[in-house]
């Protein structure tokens, strides 16, 4: 079906809409090649500019690369918060970037907290899988991850309980064993002290104050599956580019 302009949005918005839902979608996968600047131009009936500026859009919110030999879907680049894991996972097959290694560090059942209990819709106190890792670069610790899910889960995907990374992450594993598929998240993002378990593989003190976002996930149903928190390591930040236009 041959893409053509409408009037809601600019052009260029149109185009880098286009091929951003196809990336994540997966439809193009990761490393595949986008169309020419002048194809998209011929293609979608517009200026070369504008195809250009569409490809430029997609660059600086980290969905491709563009080198000599092309444009590329590349979501490797994109920040590796706990949504944009998903977003890999779904439209790559994996949810880290090149160079990027994950350490699992405790996976256990454990009495829900209040705010994770309040996150899950479930009692205080009530049992949860906890899951928590540390995910490093070439430059360091990215964040330190810990994840909750309903206790009742760990019976259907026994996995969540293993001290050791699962194949298709927490939410493919979820989905697969269970059809609960995450579509929504409510992200929240603050300074908080940072607690013992943490702050050794942070090289932080305990109580000191650090970035961390905050992820609640939902299901088709309306139902929450997930509740994460991540304490970024030092001199990361968290960033987002919207048009307002």
């Not at 998209?40 to 195809?51: D, L, P, Y």
């Not at 970037?97 to 009495?111: D, F, H, K, Q, Y």
């Not at 209990?117 to 610790?141: F, H, K, T, W």
């Not at 104050?209 to 030092?234: I, K, R, S």
């Amino acid at each position: 079906m041959t893409p053509k302009v409408q009037r809601a949005a600019p052009p260029f918005v149109q185009i880098a809409d286009h091929f951003r839902a196809k990336i994540k979608d997966g439809e193009l996968p990761q490393g595949s090649k986008l169309p020419s600047i002048a194809d998209i131009a011929r293609e979608w009936g517009v200026a070369t500019a504008t195809a250009a500026k569409a490809i430029k859009q997609l660059q600086d919110e980290g969905y491709v690369r563009s080198s000599s030999q092309g444009t590329f879907a590349d979501l490797g680049r994109k920040l590796t918060s706990g949504p944009d894991r998903l977003q890999m996972l779904r439209a790559t097959g994996t949810g880290f970037r090149e160079g990027e290694t994950v350490e699992i560090l405790s996976a256990e059942l454990v009495p829900a907290p209040a705010h994770v209990a309040e996150g899950l819709r479930i009692s205080e106190g009530d049992q949860v899988v906890e899951r928590r890792r540390v995910y490093r670069d070439n430059d360091g610790v990215v964040a330190v991850s810990t994840s909750y899910l309903a206790g009742d889960l760990a019976e259907a995907a026994p996995e969540l309980l293993e001290v050791g990374p699962l194949p298709k992450m927490t939410f493919g594993l979820i989905e697969e064993r269970t059809g609960r598929r995450a579509v929504r998240r409510r992200d929240v993002v603050a300074m908080a002290p940072v607690p013992g378990g943490i702050a050794e593989v942070l090289g932080a003190e305990v109580g000191a104050q650090a970035l961390t976002m905050t992820n609640q996930y939902t299901d088709q149903n309306g139902e929450p599956t997930e509740y994460a928190q991540d304490f970024l390591g030092a001199g990361r930040e968290l960033s987002a580019e919207y048009n307002i236009d």
